[in-house]
């Protein structure tokens, strides 16, 4: 497990909004929570700083499983794979970090489209009968998909054009295609399986 503090010697938020501590399940109790979607991107000692929020978890970059976290209007304290103790000030649109060396790490937003689609993927095959199911995707191209929770593993690829989303798989080459909705961090599909509606998949780090 890496550790990863950045305790911070920033006042300036703290004199103008509340002290109370925010779960990501709690929905926000301040007005500005500029962390709880997107991704940040800077350098921290000639490093480079990944830093993605999922509205109920975020990811390091590097790290192989997402982080829980807990949001104050001028903190933030992260624990998983990764921890994290930091305070925060976003100032025209950029995050920055302070450490207690007087360092100032600057990260700059980057879009939503940027994330990776590779990993695992939930939703609802809409049938007569709506069934759970998993899709996984792999950075090879690779990709698979089963009906929770002991379906058998549908193997295929998967290949990426912008938004567009097309998916083959074996034994006959059925094809897939879907839509990647970056601010709902979601895959939707018109049809998937023979008889299917719209179908979504979300994105699932658990």
Known sequence: MKTFFIPVMLAALAAATPKQGVSQNDGPAFDD????????????????????????????????????YRLTPDSLIAW?????????????????????????ITMSPQTALAR????????????????????????????????????????GEWDRSTRNITFVWEPDSTEWLGFYDPGGNAILFETTVEGSSTTIFRRWFR
Request: net charge negative; charged share 20%; hydrophobic share 45%.
């Open 80 to 104: 998983g794979d990764t921890t994290i103790v930091a305070s925060y000030e976003v100032s025209h649109g950029w995050l920055l970090l302070y450490t207690p060396e007087g360092e100032v």
């Open 33 to 68: 929570a500029p962390l709880r979607t997107g991704r940040w991107v800077g350098l921290r000692r000639i490093r480079a700083l990944w830093l993605e929020f999922y509205s109920d978890t975020m990811l390091v970059a590097n790290d192989r499983y997402a982080l829980e």
């Open 116 to 155: 990776p689609l590779t990993g695992r993927w939930l939703g609802d095959i809409a049938v007569e009968e709506r069934s759970s199911a998993q899709l996984q995707l792999s950075a090879d191209g690779a990709a698979g998909w089963r009906y929770l929770s002991s379906g058998e593993w549908i193997v």
